[in-house]
């Protein structure tokens, strides 16, 4: 009897410790977590220098990954993606609207820029950007100059809705054009640039205009070019 208890003990006790991770994922839902890169820090260099890359993907991306678990915990957007919680949130949600502005900025930034021998867009995008500012060429720098003029902190995107074709904007801080509440006009991101002094200033310093220009050799065109395929199948 005795022994025949301690054995139902120990399986119990087993169990339980078998289970726990599983209980502690279904106590919360949305942890957010960092997404690892899919290339080395060193990966971008001369152009983004391994120790940017790392203090920006590391620390940077994963405080506003942090910040947001923080920020949903005991909220209606805990147990919502993270495009929901970006559909949803208003200009009251200062927390939640930076960090999950954040979140998704650095994921998408992670995945435009890559290290890749094509350094030019083809196929239906070059097209559409040919048509809309005259010339691949043009459209880096329309979007360069844009990049420039953005004031303070923030991103400049190359965007896509079926009301504007391809246009370019700046969103200040961590925004983007998925918050609906926010930004009426909302669109697909085709690509995006990190403006802010922590993607560029260990190496070029207030040399804004030379990070602007070693962004067009890092860039990923044909993730680029999926993310435009998505956006004209987008509603
Ligand atoms: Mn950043």
Redesign the pocket.
């Known amino acids: 009897m005795k022994r025949r208890k301690f054995i139902q003990k120990s399986i119990l006790a087993v169990s339980v410790l078998a289970i726990k991770p599983s209980l502690l994922l279904a106590d919360s839902p949305s942890q957010f977590e960092l997404p690892p890169l899919n290339y080395p820090y060193n990966a971008l260099e001369p152009y983004i220098d391994a120790q940017t890359m790392e203090i920006?993907h590391s620390k940077?991306?994963g405080a506003y990954v942090k910040n947001l678990n923080e920020a949903i915990k005991g909220t209606k957007f805990e147990t919502m993606s993270l495009e929901k919680i970006l559909e949803n949130l208003t200009s009251k949600d200062t927390k939640i609207r930076n960090n999950a502005g954040g979140h998704y900025n650095?994921t998408f930034?992670w995945k435009i820029i890559s290290p890749s021998d094509t350094k030019e867009p083809t196929g239906k995008l070059a097209e559409a950007l040919t048509q809309k500012f005259g010339s691949t060429e043009k459209f880096k720098e329309i979007f360069s100059d844009k990049a420039k003029s953005l004031f303070g902190s923030g991103w400049t995107w190359l965007l896509y809705n079926k009301k504007r074709g391809l246009f370019i904007e700046n969103t200040p801080n961590q925004d983007n054009f998925a918050m609906k509440n926010i930004y009426k006009d909302t669109a697909s991101p085709i690509i995006g640039l990190?403006v802010?002094e922590?993607?560029y200033y260990l190496k070029y310093q207030n040399r804004r205009n030379e990070y602007i220009q070693a962004f067009w050799n890092v860039l990923n065109w044909k993730e680029i070019e999926n993310n435009y395929d998505k956006a004209l199948k987008s509603k």
């Open positions: 920006h940077h991306h650095h930034f990190d802010w922590h993607a």
